[in-house]
């Protein structure tokens, strides 16, 4: 079906998903330790191959050091992107 969709600017090919060998590796550890009754909340945000972003929480979130976890992360997603301009 999506053979016959052109793009605002051609026929452009899109490429095929690629999986990034350093997400899978960090899915796996966080798999195995929830598995283990280690981790019993999480909250994340995701980057999809098209662009598109989107979240999901899951567990034992309702907790002010939860919140204080995401401000760290936060932070540091900020040096990321101030440090790629």
Do not use: W
């Not at 600017?9 to 796996?28: I, S």
């Not at 191959?49 to 900020?78: N, P």
Request: charged letters at 20%; aromatic letters at 4%; glycine letters at 10%.
């Amino acid at each position: 079906m999506t053979d016959n969709v052109i793009s605002l600017r051609g026929n452009a090919a899109t490429p095929p998903a690629q999986p990034n060998r350093t997400v899978v590796e960090e899915l796996e550890r966080l798999l195995l330790a929830a598995k283990a009754g280690d981790i019993v909340g999480l909250a994340g945000t995701y980057v999809h191959k098209d662009k598109v972003v989107t979240y999901s929480y899951a567990g034992a979130v309702a907790s002010y050091g939860m919140i204080g976890g995401l401000d760290c992360v936060k932070e540091r997603l900020l040096r990321i992107a101030i440090a790629q301009d």
